[in-house]
């Protein structure tokens, strides 16, 4: 079993930058795939990044390339998602979970946090 908390959520202006943070409970956290989504209102939830076990390998939806960053500490517990030059079409709450397998460039989350909010104006 794996519990998820996110942090960082915020209101901020285009073209700044936010870095949310999860950190993870128990001590498999490094054997497990992690990935951040999100879910804009009246849309699906869509995958944002993705990272391997290691942190070696790591995956982007095309919207958020160049732009977002994702990266773990496994000494931590911890992944983050450091975002810049946000766009008001970044406005979403955002989740991360924890899976065994990335398909694709989507992580087939297992676990999940229950979110933060990312505002972005205009």
């Known amino acids: 079993q794996v519990q998820l908390i996110e942090f960082g959520g915020g209101l901020v202006q285009a073209g700044a930058s936010l870095r949310l943070s999860c950190a993870a409970s128990?001590?498999?956290?490094?054997?497990?795939?992690m990935g951040w989504f999100r879910q804009a209102p009246g849309k699906e939830r869509e995958s944002v990044a993705a990272?391997?076990?290691?942190?070696?390998?790591?995956y982007y939806t095309d919207s958020v390339k160049g732009r977002f960053t994702i990266s773990r500490d496994n000494a931590k517990n911890t992944v983050y998602l450091q975002m810049n030059s946000l766009k008001p079409e970044d406005t979403a709450v955002y989740y991360c979970?924890?899976?065994?397998?990335?398909?694709?460039?989507?992580?087939?989350?297992?676990?999940w946090g229950q979110g933060t909010q990312v505002t972005v104006s205009s």
């Open positions: 979970a924890a899976g065994s397998v990335i398909y694709g460039s989507e992580l087939r989350g297992d676990y």
């Open positions: 128990g001590r498999t956290f490094s054997s497990y795939a």
């Open positions: 990272i391997n076990w290691s942190g070696g390998t790591t």
